[in-house]
């Protein structure tokens, strides 16, 4: 059984860094991983995911040198470094497992997901 629970989150000023941390449990290191994010009225969407290797990873467009996935299988944990943050940043971070072990930014091909973390950026 997949569980991942994530960690990292709080209140940050503009301009500030988090970095997210996801710890899973199961057969994740065969998984590929992402992260969804959910800003309050819009829809979730990934914006990072990494293969199972940590070969390939794929970020989206809009948070390109903004925020980077990361993961370290030996501990079975993946990371989100977020820098710059804005106040639009503002969000409730997802971890995400899916079984092929690709990565891929398409949230429906995602099985697992963690309860979430608050990301508050303050101006």
């Known amino acids: 059984q997949v569980q991942l629970v994530e960690t990292g989150g709080g209140v940050v000023q503009a301009g500030g860094s988090l970095r997210l941390s996801c710890a899973a449990s199961?057969?994740?290191?065969?998984?590929?991983m992402g992260w969804d994010c959910q800003a309050p009225g819009k829809e979730r969407e990934c914006v990072a995911a990494?293969?199972?290797?940590?070969?390939?990873?794929y970020h989206a467009d809009s948070v390109k040198g903004l925020l980077t996935i990361s993961r370290d299988n030996a501990k079975n944990t993946v990371y989100l470094q977020m820098n710059s943050l804005k106040p639009e940043d503002t969000a409730v971070y997802y971890c995400?497992?899916?079984?092929?072990?690709?990565?891929?930014?398409?949230?429906?091909?995602?099985?697992?997901w963690g309860q979430g973390t608050q990301v508050t950026v303050s101006s």
């Open positions: 995400a497992a899916e079984t092929t072990g690709w990565g891929t930014l398409n949230q429906r091909d995602y099985a697992y």
């Open positions: 199961g057969r994740t290191v065969r998984y590929g």
């Open positions: 990494i293969d199972r290797n940590r070969n390939g990873t």
